[in-house]
């Protein structure tokens, strides 16, 4: 992903001189806005990169402290985005020049990575048992909703070797693997715990 990414950054260089430097590429457009936002914006939209493939506020709120109103102000200024289903999201190309910000500041990412892999976790352990439940879908569609944040947060845990947030995942994870018939996909993730 990263190197479409860049590949994405280099075509979107301007060839043309006559263009101001702020518009030569995706990068000095990216922080001619990062440099517009407040200090309490920059650390908002570089935290929420921490999330892949979108998500909730709650999950906003609990894992980076981004309230409504800072999701809002993002949203003017063309930063984050609300889908139909209540879900924000970030451009591709807005979200790796984040997470790039991120980067920047270790701890802090790691402080987050955790803040996200619990909150994952403990999302996955409060579902219930997929076995004994007659309503099946939305539990799954939730799930699916969220999987690119579910999996980072897995391999994290892993990466860590933080069994207790393994053991909150794993049973609710394995269901959704075999209810969806993702039985290999399922076997690629969970066998490295």
């Known amino acids: 992903l990263k190197e479409k990414l860049q590949t994405s950054l280099n075509f979107l260089r301007s060839r043309s001189r006559s263009h101001a430097s702020r518009h030569q590429s995706a990068q000095a457009a990216f922080d001619s806005s990062w440099r517009?936002?407040?200090d309490v914006e920059q650390?908002?939209?570089?935290?929420?990169?921490?999330f892949q493939g979108g998500f909730t506020l709650e999950a906003a709120e609990a894992v980076t402290q981004t309230s409504l109103e800072l999701l809002a102000c993002l949203m003017d200024k063309s930063l984050v985005t609300i889908h139909s289903q209540g879900r924000y999201d970030m451009h591709p190309l807005v979200w790796q020049l984040s997470r790039e910000k991120l980067q920047e500041d270790a701890m802090g990412q790691d402080k987050l990575q955790q803040a996200h892999a619990h909150y994952f976790a403990d999302f996955l352990a409060e579902?219930?048992?997929l076995d004994r439940v007659m309503e099946t879908r939305g539990i799954l569609d939730a799930?699916?909703?969220?999987?690119a944040n579910?999996?980072?947060a897995w391999m994290w845990a892993v990466y860590k070797q933080d069994e207790a947030l393994l053991g909150k995942s794993e049973v609710t994870l394995g269901c959704f693997f075999r209810y969806e018939g993702r039985l290999s996909e399922g076997e690629r993730l969970l066998q490295p715990a």
């Open 43 to 50: 650390v908002a939209l570089s935290s929420l990169a921490v």
């Open 150 to 152: 579910i999996r980072q």
């Open 127 to 129: 579902q219930p048992h």
């Open 143 to 147: 799930v699916d909703a969220d999987f």
């Open 36 to 38: 517009l936002l407040s």
